[in-house]
């Protein structure tokens, strides 16, 4: 069953360094989601991304945060210059985009990127 | 307000018994949808059952079942014969509308299956 692939499963990070990290969604989704969750904390929404460009954004996602999609394949969220408060475990997720709703149609999850900024 | 409302931080249930998670959420669309994931120990998002706003049956999937309660907007999540490894985090989530919309996830209701 196709699935939601994130590398790499754990970073260690100096504050202030740039940290890249890479999402590949399932293949025929056209949607594409970067959501983080502190540690025991609830899941919150960074960016949304369709068609090449970002559709919505949260004010957590500010100008140190960015998103690409490369390649037909990759999608990738950069943290330009991180903070002690970006530890966090980051879920890229994807959906395939139908019109209105059915359970074919939910974000799938990769299994998520522990970073941990020092 | 909060979008989804997770009142049970945590859970104790006995294997092979049901138990109920609660969720309530907060929307003033009328085309939303609800969705129930999974997050073990691990840490993976496991996508479990969902529930669109204009469905009449309640949702179910093998063990889970929702109890969707469209007037008190309650969608409630029922594991039936609970098995050692339903214990983890479960969080309730809703989309509004349609397109890209982004998911709002409740603060999540940890389960644990005791022998």
């Known amino acids: 069953e196709p699935e939601v692939t994130q590398t790499p499963s754990h970073q260690v990070t100096q504050m202030g360094q740039e940290v890249i990290l890479r999402c590949v969604p399932i293949?025929?989704?056209?949607?594409f989601y970067w959501y983080r969750q502190i540690l025991g904390q609830k899941v919150e929404f960074l960016v949304s991304?369709?068609?090449?460009?970002?559709?919505?954004k949260s004010e957590i996602f500010d100008d140190q945060f960015s998103v690409e999609r490369p390649d037909g394949s990759n999608f990738t969220l950069k943290i330009r210059s991180t903070k002690l408060e970006d530890s966090a475990m980051y879920f890229c997720?994807?959906?395939?985009?139908?019109?209105?709703?059915?359970?074919?149609?939910?974000?799938?999850f990769g299994p998520g990127t522990r970073l941990t900024v020092l | 307000a909060q979008k989804i409302t997770q009142t049970q931080p945590g859970m104790f249930v006995q294997e092979k018994e049901a138990v109920t998670l609660d969720c309530t959420y907060d929307?003033?669309?009328?085309?939303?949808?609800l969705f129930w994931y999974k997050q073990p120990s691990s840490g993976e998002m496991i996508f479990l059952i969902y529930?669109?706003?204009?469905?009449?049956q309640n949702a179910t999937e093998g063990r889970y079942s929702l109890n969707f309660q469209k007037a008190r907007k309650s969608a409630n999540l029922v594991i039936s014969a609970s098995q050692l490894g339903d214990s983890a985090m479960y969080f309730c989530?809703?989309?509004?509308?349609?397109?890209?919309?982004?998911?709002?996830f409740g603060s999540g209701t940890k389960l644990n299956v005791k022998p």
């Open positions: 997720a994807s959906r395939m985009g139908f019109r209105g709703f059915t359970s074919t149609d939910t974000q799938y």
């Open positions: 293949s025929n989704h056209l949607y």
């Open positions: 991304f369709y068609n090449n460009e970002i559709s919505e």
């Open positions: 929307t003033s669309d009328q085309s939303y949808g």
């Open positions: 529930q669109g706003s204009y469905d009449e």
């Open positions: 989530a809703m989309r509004e509308g349609a397109g890209f919309n982004k998911f709002y």
